[in-house]
């Protein structure tokens, strides 16, 4: 188990609200990604499919009834994990039905973006009907103020990453393998995981909303202290043999660094390349293609380098390295959350590989089309060749569903279809073939 010390500073207060509908309040209990001005689209009651997508397509609900979702995973052809941000529990859906027993709860602090946040499932010999060769990972802020914590007197709450087993019916035998900090947050805590096709366990983790070290791109802060990054590591949490910034601790951790918040990770199933989806704090979320080293540029850059009046030389070019622009921007932030490629060809050959991305402010679901280098977006549209949200105009062309209760989560279902988590309404949907 790895364990990074904490910075302390002033908490950091926000709250943050937006007038949604008419006569409806949208009070995010989660992101605290919302600004004091309207969404750039409006929020329906139900999802419905946009322009030419309803011909061939529809939106289904698999199951409602959850609380505050965060993040699912699938851990056979009939069971999917769901993670419950604010109760610490995880539930499981069988054959589409919710099941009233959780698997599993846990001693979780939920302030503001605190809470139950990520999950990744291992198949160990890549048989997803083995129960006893499957791990569970999770990601929550673990509270001191729980009998069952394993926190000590001293530590009132950090993030943490435990390995589980699941044994088809329950999660059991918990293993702590990345302990990191929480403080002075609440907010930015990041939390989803993924396994790599290398077969480590990628996670993201947010500045906390703290001090500015290195990782945040300040020259003159204190060492990185594994916040504001993606780390890797292995199955165990220990560091990987190769990590791209040197093997002192903890850096050894770090695969990218200079990330404000980010709510989604991805691997494309094709290169095998990362992708992040990360917040701007009032303007540019985007969209990074994630190599080892990346340097995503925050506090010092959000969106394009050439929108921002500033030269590589400000950031903290750290020995190995680098910064790349975003492969996309919004200028105007709408909460960016989870990137999915597309693992099926079920809904159509051209939605095989490529991307659905997810917001919490409006609750769209974005749809992008890969370049044929695999290395950035394609548009028809004349208005995003500058790979720019600007307007409405903009963001008409890639919303593909709209109507969602703010989307935390977008998994490919064994079956092949698009699942969809709803966040403020705690439902389950997924788009199937029409």
């Not at 609380?67 to 069988?94: C, H, Q, W």
């Not at 995503?296 to 190995?320: D, H, Y």
């Not at 709408?334 to 099926?344: A, M, N």
Request: hydrophobic residues 35%.
């Amino acid at each position: 188990m790895q364990k990074i010390s904490e910075n302390q500073a002033i908490l950091l207060t926000s709250v943050v609200a937006v007038t949604i509908a008419i006569g409806f309040i949208f009070s995010i209990l989660f992101f605290g990604l919302l600004h004091n001005r309207a969404p750039l689209t409006k929020q329906q009651y139900d999802p419905s499919l946009q322009g030419s997508y309803e011909k061939d397509l529809k939106i289904e609900m698999v199951t409602e009834g959850l609380s505050y979702p965060t993040s699912m995973a699938f851990v056979d052809e009939s069971k999917i994990l769901v993670l419950e941000k604010n109760t610490g529990l995880v539930r499981l859906i069988s054959d589409g039905v919710l099941q009233n027993k959780p698997v599993l709860r846990l001693p979780i602090d939920n302030k503001a973006e605190r809470g139950l946040l990520g999950i990744a499932v291992l198949h160990k010999n890549n048989n997803k009907t083995d129960v006893v060769n499957t791990n569970v990972y999770l990601y929550f802020t673990e509270s001191n103020n729980k009998s069952n914590s394993n926190l000590r007197n001293d530590e009132q709450v950090r993030n943490m990453i435990y390995k589980y087993d699941w044994n088809g019916q329950s999660i059991i035998n918990p293993t702590l393998i990345l302990d990191l900090p929480a403080i002075p947050g609440p907010y930015h805590n990041g939390g989803k995981l993924v396994i790599g096709p290398d077969h480590y366990l990628y996670t993201v983790i947010g500045d906390l909303g703290g001090p500015k070290t290195e990782a945040q791109n300040n020259k003159t802060g204190p060492a990185a202290d594994g916040t504001g990054g993606i780390l890797r590591t292995t199955q165990d949490g220990k560091p990987v043999s190769d990590p791209p910034l040197g093997n002192k601790y903890p850096l050894s951790l770090y695969y990218a660094y200079g990330i404000r918040n980010s709510f989604g990770i991805g691997f494309d199933p094709v290169t095998g390349k990362l992708w992040d989806t990360e917040n701007g704090e009032d303007k540019y979320d985007e969209i990074n293609v994630v190599k080892p080293g990346f340097n995503s540029g925050w506090f010092t850059v959000m969106g394009p380098l050439s929108r921002n009046n500033i030269s590589k030389a400000e950031l903290v070019n750290l020995p190995g390295s680098y910064y790349s622009d975003p492969v996309f921007s919004w200028y105007h932030d709408v909460g960016v959350t989870d990137i999915e490629f597309l693992k099926s060809s079920k809904l159509g050959e051209k939605y095989k590989n490529n991307i659905f991305v997810g917001d919490i402010n409006n609750g769209n679901l974005y749809y992008f089309q890969l370049n044929d280098t695999r290395t950035g977006l394609k548009f028809n549209s004349s208005g995003l060749k500058d790979m720019v949200v600007d307007n409405n105009d903009d963001l008409s062309d890639i919303i593909f569903a709209s109507g969602f209760r703010g989307i935390t989560d977008i998994k490919t279902g064994l079956d092949g279809y698009l699942y969809i988590l709803s966040y403020l309404d705690g439902k389950l949907y997924r788009i199937v073939p029409n």
